[in-house]
């Protein structure tokens, strides 16, 4: 008769799962800090008015805020009449609009890659 | 290149034009440099990009189609016939399914994708408002 004994360590699987909320929180606002880098440069270059001052170009912003497991990503002009370039003429000047589809696009798919990086334990 | 069935299917369409959308009406915004109509009912179709970063199965995004309705804010400051005229609007794309138009470029699907609120523009010195779609299309194939 024969026996076939299974040695089990499972510690590392316990860890992993009992960690991975942490883990998780955290490598998403590390996304979310990358892409801020990201829609800033986005959101400069492809603005798509003629400079007269430069100051509505220089002053596009993206800012991250994480607090807890809530993370968001703030775009904003810092000139007073953006408001008028994204809706002025149809919205022919706009860019935060198009730029929340852009970036938001990008950042689920960084998720995406995210959670399949993080079944390989990082 | 633009789906012509999207332009097609608005500019022929007799609601439309009851509530004063007629076919010389509707316009893409790149034509447009100053406000067209200073009277009545105006619709600018402003064709945006298709991103497409998601790993799917299909290599194509939906293109963004911003739909805005326009009528000039010294006449009225009342959106309900701005209101009406996106509703026919929704209605009328929404039906867009497996068509083509004069250019046999095929749509697969229109998605509707949100509204503004109630809008000034100051540029054109209107009270708008727009919709917002996705246009699932292959503009390559074409």
Redesign the interface.
């Known amino acids: 008769m024969a026996k076939i004994t299974v040695d089990f360590d499972d510690s590392r699987l316990r860890n992993n799962i009992k960690t991975f909320g942490n883990r998780l929180n955290k490598n998403v606002s590390a996304v979310m800090d990358y892409n801020s880098g990201y829609a800033t440069g986005w959101l400069k270059s492809k603005a798509p008015w003629h400079d007269d001052t430069g100051a509505a170009r220089s002053g596009l912003v993206a800012i991250p805020f994480s607090a807890g497991s809530k993370h968001e990503l703030l775009m904003a002009y810092s000139v007073t009449y953006g408001i ?1 370039l994204e ?6 000047w706009a860019i935060i609009t ?1 730029g929340m ?2 970036i938001g ?2 950042i ?2 960084d998720m ?1 890659h995210l959670i399949d990086s993080m079944t390989e334990g990082r | 290149m633009l789906p012509m069935i999207v332009y097609e299917t608005l500019s022929v369409d007799e609601q439309l034009e009851d509530l004063g959308v007629t076919e010389g009406r509707i316009l893409e915004l790149q034509s447009v440099d100053e406000r067209p109509y200073d009277d009545g009912y105006f619709v600018i179709l402003n064709w945006q990009e298709a991103t497409t970063f998601l790993q799917t199965a299909i290599k194509k995004a939906p293109r963004i189609l911003t739909v805005w309705v326009h009528t000039p804010k010294d006449k009225t400051r009342d959106y309900r016939i701005v209101d009406r005229i996106l509703n026919r609007i929704d209605s009328l794309l929404l039906g867009i399914e497996q068509q083509s138009g004069s250019d046999s470029t095929r749509v697969t699907c229109v998605i509707k994708q949100g509204r503004s609120g109630n809008l000034i523009d100051d540029g054109w010195k209107t009270i708008a408002r727009n919709a917002t779609y996705g246009v699932l299309y292959d503009e390559y194939a074409v």
């Open positions: 008028w809706v002025a003429n149809s919205g022919q198009p589809r852009v696009a990008k689920m798919n995406q």
